[in-house]
């Protein structure tokens, strides 16, 4: 053959095979940027945690590990022809995690797997994309929440006639405000329940909207306890006893009332705390201006109208254990072994005096063992003086953090989990004011189980929050289990809020959740009567957010005086209705959409455990009667988002 020849036959053979023989792709060889998942990094032939990929013992050469939930959005010209794979939980996650792979082509679903569970063999997936331009690769938790779901597409590969598929960012949605303004005329919106202890400083603040000036005041408050006229504040001090207090509030445009009931008593955090911490935030980067500018915020933005009160500090206010010594060369703690303050808080009884003059609360943080997780001093061996000194100081709320407590017990048993929190207990019971007790140790031992035994009022049921659906909704959507366990003083708590501009440091960025997303974030806390603490800067609060943060009737969902956490009635695979009883005989009931298209969700009122009738259904995130149902109430739901109705008997 001579040469030119032979180049026109290998020409004309390469130009055959490339119509006839498809490209060939593999998932992990396209960018991954834009995958959004709910723990980790997407692994490039590696799972998750970075070792090869394994599906029931099997290995895998390629593939993408993932983390549920998780979103892989491509754009496809039409003509790629097929999508394999392998898929199942990643081997190294031992028999946990449970799994669904679901995959939608141009907004129709083409595959959903069964739920498939860790140890389990891979399952084979064979999807036919002609036609296809917008292609979706999901991954969602199963019915225990997203710990350990280290989800594999192994050997995922597209074959294709035309382009190569691409991957896309992830839909934006445009912010939508649903709540219209507050009235003019004064409406209470602060909970109609407050605990203190005999003889602890009272510090109600009554939350009202409405034009000012405005003025307060209140009926049957006891002896000792009085209300200032001008900021509504509820101060003083007083004896043993349930007091039936009106609360009123007067401005030009009318007079609101509200029946609060002041018990005095051995229980506080009657309903979940509000307020916000500075960890989602900053993290670190922490110092007295920026606490108090927030507590400033919390009243200039209007939050504080709503029942908004703490103000709490979280890690990195004490010094750190090796650099502030080598630095400062001086101690941690003084010779009475009280806890010393970096020089971020030269002052901390003038912060808490400067925010308690606002009306507000104030929270600080620690670690039960030698260090915080941050590296910083812990309480470990000083737990009596860092009781007093937290209440010398005027603190309202201590979160106390397990993390360094892992180095004096590294495989804790139920009694050794119990341990560190019923020793700052008993310490926190002697001081003469009041310390809403919040555990975090990230669920351990099922801690909703006996955190109330142990002296929480709330007790964190999972690890840390990001601002990602994949977190949020793993985390959310798991509280069930808890359900049972939350009452007046004892919340469970699924941690902080991921709203507004957040980041753990000093760079902050706008919360990755989409609107809907939001919504449903808030919705679902709400429902689970979770403490609410706003993780976000809130000198940068823009108009969706604070819209989000100050709809009283969700609000009132959240503080209600039975203080039941809602339970999932429904779940499909894609809608759950979760329904959380209220104190006036009503409902709470939110539909939610896990899917990634809209879709309608219906709440069947027998499901929902409901008597036969007729109930009138009140859209709560508008504030609008949508009018009276009989057996169900349905309503089309945008792709991760909620309707939170109030379904009262007729
Ligand atoms: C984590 C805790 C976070 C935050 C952080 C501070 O253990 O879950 O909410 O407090 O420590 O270092």
Not at 356 to 379: M, Q
Not at 470 to 475: K, Q, R
Request: with cysteine; hydrophobic share 35%; net charge negative.
């Amino acid at each position: 053959m001579t040469l030119k020849r032979f180049l026109l036959v290998s020409t004309l053979s390469l130009l055959c095979s490339s119509l006839l023989n498809a490209g060939e792709v593999y998932l992990s060889e396209l960018d991954m940027a834009n995958c959004q998942q709910g723990w980790g990094q997407p692994g490039i032939n590696v799972s998750v945690d970075g070792n090869k990929l394994t599906i029931g013992g099997e290995q895998y050469d390629k593939g993408l590990g993932t983390h549920s939930d998780s979103a892989i959005l491509l754009q496809l010209d039409g003509k790629v022809k097929s999508f394999t794979a392998m898929v199942g939980v990643d081997s190294e996650t031992g028999a946990r995690g449970s799994v669904r792979f679901v995959i939608y082509g141009d907004n129709k679903k083409l595959y959903s797997s069964e739920l498939l569970k860790g140890g389990q063999p891979a399952t084979q997936v064979a999807v036919d994309l002609s036609g296809v331009r917008e292609l979706m690769l999901l991954t969602t938790a199963g019915d225990n929440g997203i710990d350990y779901d280290h989800a594999n597409w192994a050997q995922a590969k597209f074959v294709y006639d035309g382009a190569a598929p691409k991957t896309a960012s992830q839909p934006v949605e445009e912010k939508y405000i649903l709540t219209p303004p507050a009235p003019a005329e004064p409406r209470i919106n602060s909970a109609s329940i407050f605990g203190v202890r005999p003889g602890s400083p009272v510090l109600y603040t009554i939350a009202a909207t409405g034009e000012r000036p405005m003025t307060f005041s209140a009926k049957g408050l006891p002896k000792g306890v009085t209300v200032d006229e001008k900021t509504g504040q509820i101060t003083g001090q007083t004896v043993r006893g349930s007091y039936k207090v009106t609360l009123i509030a007067k401005n030009k445009l009318g007079k609101a009332t509200k029946e609060l009931t002041l018990e005095v008593g051995d229980k506080i955090a009657l309903t979940p705390p509000m307020g916000w911490n500075s960890w989602n935030c900053w993290g670190c980067a922490i110092d007295e201006a920026k606490i108090r500018d927030s507590a400033q915020w919390l009243v200039k933005s209007g939050l504080i109208n709503h029942g908004w009160q703490y103000i709490n500090i979280d890690d990195c206010w004490m010094k750190k254990l090796d650099t502030d010594d080598e630095v400062l060369g001086g101690t941690r703690r003084d010779e009475q072994g009280y806890i010393l303050t970096n020089k971020n808080f030269p002052d901390m009884r003038k912060l808490t005096d400067y925010i308690h003059g606002l009306g507000l609360k104030t929270g600080i943080y620690i670690s039960p063992g030698p260090s915080t997780c941050a590296g910083f001093e812990g309480s470990y061996k000083y737990e009596k003086q860092d009781a007093e000194i937290f209440a010398a100081w005027g603190f309202d709320y201590l979160k106390y953090d397990w993390c360094g407590y892992g180095s004096i017990v590294r495989n804790p048993d139920l009694v050794a989990l119990k341990l560190p929190y019923i020793h700052m207990a008993h310490y926190l019971a002697q001081q003469p004011r009041d310390i809403v007790y919040s555990l975090c140790q990230y669920g351990m031992g099922e801690v909703w189980q006996w955190g109330g035994e142990v002296g929480g009022n709330c007790w964190r049921t999972t690890g840390d929050i990001v601002d990602t659906w994949g977190s949020m909704a793993g985390i959310g959507f798991d509280q069930a289990k808890c359900t049972p366990f939350a009452r007046p003083g004892n919340w469970n708590d699924p941690d902080m809020l991921v709203v507004g501009k957040v980041g753990w440091g000093p760079n902050l960025h706008d919360s990755r959740l989409t609107p809907s997303e939001q919504y449903t974030h808030i919705s679902l806390w709400s429902l689970l009567a979770s403490p609410l603490l706003i993780g976000c800067d809130l000198s940068q609060l823009d108009e969706f957010t604070l819209n989000l943060l100050t709809n009283d009737e969700v609000i009132a969902v959240n503080q209600d005086s039975l203080g039941v956490q809602a339970g999932r009635k429904i779940q499909t695979e894609e809608g759950e209705v979760w329904v959380k009883p209220l104190a006036d005989g009503s409902y709470a009931v939110g539909l939610f959409n896990r899917g990634y298209i809209a879709s309608e969700i219906e709440a069947d009122f027998a499901a929902l455990g409901l008597k036969p009738g007729k109930y009138q259904v009140r859209d709560l995130w508008r504030q609008q009667e949508l009018g009276n149902f009989k057996g169900s109430f349905k309503s089309q739901v945008p792709r991760h988002g909620v309707v939170l109705v109030k379904v009262t008997r007729k």
